[in-house]
């Protein structure tokens, strides 16, 4: 089979973000790899979404509606609908170069990848910034050095169908973090390739921004720990790794709780925490 023939499905969740969104589904129609199918979830928008994913009138495109439930149900609603024999994934705010799915395709295939994502540039108010050390991507089995932060980015995935079919699907009860406790799961059972050009661009500090929006994130990697606890396939050192992350993350959220007064809530997770310690 040749690389062309190959049919990639693109997943675009979107809400509320018709101003922008073209941006991205455009740098998805300009793909030099054309073979592809580009599924938008409108995550029960407000704004004229549908409208204006109708307007571009293109035979790839597919649009499903779904009420508001979260970037997890959505992304989920998408690829359930997906026929590709590959999985891309693409945030309505960022946009791919356009040999991205073509030079990511290749690699996948030559090295036997199931997943793989792509280095990116970000931008950030306008400016371009450059990350940090500890935001450098891995490669290979990852599960250990992804449990301090997410190291993988939605937009940059490129993820075989027997893979998602293994690991899927998002957790819809994480309403942040979604990511962190997908890629965990995976990089316990496949390697993560990484296309070392920088075929992304990467948009934050607009005010619509989940991660803007939501306080106390740690909340929702403690859960997505607590989660993989239960698992009977962690190695000793994965177990070991994962409750001194839990231990970490849980200090610093239950400080900032009790920091701003909500006893309450420290007392539930730091429940919560001891119960994942015991398993």
């Given at each position: 089979?040749?690389?062309?023939?190959?049919?990639?499905?693109?997943?675009?969740?979107?809400?509320?973000r018709a101003h922008i969104l073209h941006r991205a589904v455009q740098s998805v129609l300009s793909q030099t790899h054309s073979h592809l199918e580009l599924i938008i979830v409108d995550d029960g928008s407000e704004d004229v979404t549908p409208e204006a994913v109708t307007a571009l009138q293109d035979p790839r495109i597919r649009l499903v509606h779904q009420d508001h439930q979260g970037v997890a149900a959505a992304r989920n609603a998408g690829i359930l609908q997906a026929r590709g024999e590959y999985i891309a994934l693409l945030d309505s705010d960022d946009v791919w170069e356009p040999h991205k799915l073509e030079l990511q395709l290749t690699f996948t295939l030559q090295g036997g990848w199931h997943i793989t994502q792509t280095e990116e540039i970000w931008i950030r108010h306008q400016q371009r910034v450059n990350p940090g050390l500890r935001h450098i991507k891995p490669s290979g089995w990852i599960f250990v050095p992804s449990l301090a932060m997410c190291l993988v980015s939605p937009s940059c995935v490129l993820m075989s169908r027997r893979c998602w079919d293994e690991i899927g699907p998002f957790d819809p009860r994480l309403l942040a973090c979604e990511d962190y406790d997908l890629w965990l799961r995976c990089s316990l059972r496949y390697p993560v390739g990484l296309v070392p050009q920088h075929l992304v661009t990467r948009y934050a500090g607009h005010a619509d921004q989940l991660s803007g929006k939501i306080i106390g994130m740690d909340l929702y990697r403690i859960m997505s720990l607590n989660k993989l606890l239960t698992r009977s396939d962690l190695s000793a050192e994965q177990r070991h790794m994962t409750r001194m992350h839990l231990q970490i993350k849980g200090k610093r959220y239950i400080q900032g709780c009790l920091k701003r007064g909500k006893e309450e809530e420290a007392m539930r997770v730091q429940s919560m925490i001891t119960r994942g310690l015991e398993k």
């Open positions: 089979m040749s690389l062309s023939s190959l049919l990639i499905s693109v997943i675009i969740p979107t809400y509320n």
